[in-house]
């Protein structure tokens, strides 16, 4: 059976929605630019106003939880949801900000494989929160969250792996520093889709 609410508590889960559809647009910004080749001022731009307008969206869905009595779901959830779906997009921004600031080529093998399993997390997160509002169709989210996790755990090999390469091929010691950085963040952004996830499956579990 669906969760009862209000039609005006429709939003929440309208804007969730918005907010991570807006979050899968962002990083398949990131793999177009990387696959262009050019991480420059224009292509930085794009990932900051898609990371801009996942700030708007936030504050959005805090301003209608300030003014709503009645929630679909615990309003401590929603807020948790929105505010770290909102991190994930802040890491990306980051991330496309370091890769400019710091010159760095955007078709290094390993961070392009980090930004597609980024972009396959995204998606699963998307499609997760796509039927959370729906208590039948728990155990097709539940089955989104377990391959978030999946790709976690993937992120945790890439990450080792690619440092392990860069410490073995890089002489340029400013360049080691700076690609560990980007891995590390790359591999920290998929531990907040994982947090987002648990989020997730919290929500199902009090709903179940």
């Known amino acids: 059976m669906a969760i009862n609410f209000l039609p005006k508590e429709v939003k929440f889960f309208d804007y969730l929605n918005l907010q991570t559809e807006n979050l899968v647009k962002a990083t398949g910004c990131f793999r177009s630019i990387l696959k262009n080749g050019v991480m420059d001022e224009a292509s930085a731009r794009k990932i900051h106003d898609l990371e801009h307008e996942g700030d708007t969206l936030s504050h959005e869905i805090t301003d209608m939880l300030n003014r709503t009595f009645i929630t679909p779901i615990d309003r401590e959830d929603i807020f948790a949801l929105a505010n770290q779906i909102d991190d994930v997009l802040d890491l990306l921004n980051a991330m496309a900000g370091r890769m400019k600031l710091y010159k760095l080529d955007p078709g290094d093998e390993y961070f392009s494989q980090f930004i597609d399993i980024i972009d396959q997390s995204a998606a699963a997160l998307s499609n997760a929160v796509k039927h959370m509002h729906d208590t039948k169709r728990a155990r097709r989210v539940l089955d989104h969250c377990i391959e978030i996790n999946r790709l976690e755990n993937l992120g945790d090999s890439l990450r080792e792996k690619a440092i392990g390469h860069l410490f ?37 579990v009090k709903h179940g």
């Open 168 to 204: 073995e091929t890089e002489k340029n010691p400013l360049m080691v520093i700076k690609w560990k950085e980007m891995y590390e963040v790359a591999e920290g952004t998929l531990d907040k889709c994982e947090h987002v996830a648990k989020v997730i499956e919290s929500i199902l």
